[in-house]
């Protein structure tokens, strides 16, 4: 069992930058597939980036080049940095950690991009 607790999230302008972090406590990162997700206001859950256990990453096609999955191990933390923002990046973020059939979810931090 993984618990994670993000923190980073805030009012940002467009343009502007966040590092959001997940930080785990239970079991170590390297043993699961680490996951950011967002939410936007009335939408579903998306994927936004990720990282397996062996560090390959992938990103939704909307943050290429703007978001950056990392991790930290001797830390057991996972950061999302965020980087020219975009009023559609509005959205509460979601850490995930999933292994086999377990799957764990933060409980979210808000960004909100405005002028």
């Known amino acids: 069992q993984v618990q994670l607790v993000e923190s980073g999230g805030g009012l940002v302008q467009p343009g502007g930058s966040l590092r959001l972090a997940c930080a785990a406590s239970?079991?170590?990162?390297?043993?699961?597939?680490m996951g950011w997700y967002r939410q936007p206001p009335g939408q579903q859950r998306e994927l936004v980036a990720s990282i397996t256990g062996g560090g390959i990453t992938n990103y939704a096609d909307s943050v290429k080049g703007r978001f950056t999955i990392s991790r930290d191990t001797a830390k057991n933390t996972v950061y999302l940095q965020l980087n020219s923002l975009r009023p559609e990046d509005t959205a509460v973020y979601y850490c995930?950690?999933?292994?086999?059939?377990?799957?764990?979810w933060g409980q979210g931090t808000q960004v909100t991009v405005s002028p």
């Open positions: 995930n950690a999933q292994r086999q059939w377990q799957n764990y």
């Open positions: 239970g079991n170590s990162i390297s043993s699961y597939g």
